[in-house]
């Protein structure tokens, strides 16, 4: 699993699995949101890590399709209404999420490395973190009383994962940089492609700032909009990252 296609496949497993891990950590964290926004998101999250799990390569589908069947669990749990069901179904969807993420990142690597697993993990806590925090903010529409502190805390936990990314992309870039990445009519540096992840990094955090200064306003509907184009943004770097450490 690697070049772009590694690259792809990395990105999509932390998108889904990061998602998942962080909606069952405010699960545990914040009672006050209602049960509708997790039947509503891994009604979205267990189809489409099924349709991911297709496209993996050995084990990894197999992986795939015990972290699809364990985000169908927690579903059914959610349904029951059982908090205790809901906690063990949560807890395997989340450990077997992260474990997808750190052994799709150490296979990124030829013949499999810490490396790709660290950035692997990472990378997935920094996408999981944003597009939660923009999932969480649309939920504002249905459940329009809720609190702000569930989506001012993500903001914070945004800032800490995209700061620890920067630093370990600039304490990583030799290793970043010594693979090829493969290209078509016009061949770019592997040094382009870093310095274009560090722009789009730079460019999410402060998109986030101006997040923040709309949380703090409680403007729930501003910030979901920015949190929109920051997951954009962060989805775009992290892609750049994850065909850096694939090459």
């Known amino acids: ?58 084990y990894l589908e197999t992986l795939g399709f015990v972290a699809a069947g364990a985000y169908l669990l927690y579903l059914l749990a959610v349904y029951s209404q059982r908090p205790l069901l809901e906690w063990v179904t949560g807890a395997a969807g989340t450990v077997v999420s992260l474990g997808l993420i750190a052994v799709a990142g150490r296979e990124v690597c030829e013949g499999g490395c810490a490396f790709g697993l660290a950035h692997g993990l990472l990378g997935g806590l920094v996408l999981g973190s944003v597009t939660h925090g923009m999932i969480l903010g649309h939920w504002y529409l249905n459940q329009a009383r809720m609190p702000i502190e569930p989506l001012k805390e993500q903001t914070r936990v945004i800032f800490a994962l995209l700061g620890v990314s920067a630093l370990a992309g600039m304490v990583t870039r030799g290793e970043l940089l010594e693979g090829v990445v493969p290209a078509g009519i016009m061949t770019y540096a592997s040094s382009s492609y870093w310095g274009t992840w560090l722009f789009l990094l730079a460019t999410t955090v402060g998109i986030m700032w101006m997040v923040w200064a709309t949380v703090r306003e409680r403007s729930t509907q501003s910030a979901t909009g920015l949190l929109y184009i920051a997951s954009l943004t962060a989805l775009a770097s992290q892609f750049l990252l994850n065909l850096l450490v694939t090459t």
């Open 1 to 58: 699993m690697t070049g772009p296609r590694g690259a792809f496949s990395l990105t999509s497993i932390q998108l889904l699995a990061g998602i998942f891990a962080f909606m069952w950590f405010a699960s545990l964290r914040y009672k006050m949101v209602k049960r509708g926004y997790y039947r509503s998101a891994t009604w979205v999250l267990w189809p489409l890590m099924l349709l991911v799990a297709l496209v993996l390569p050995g």
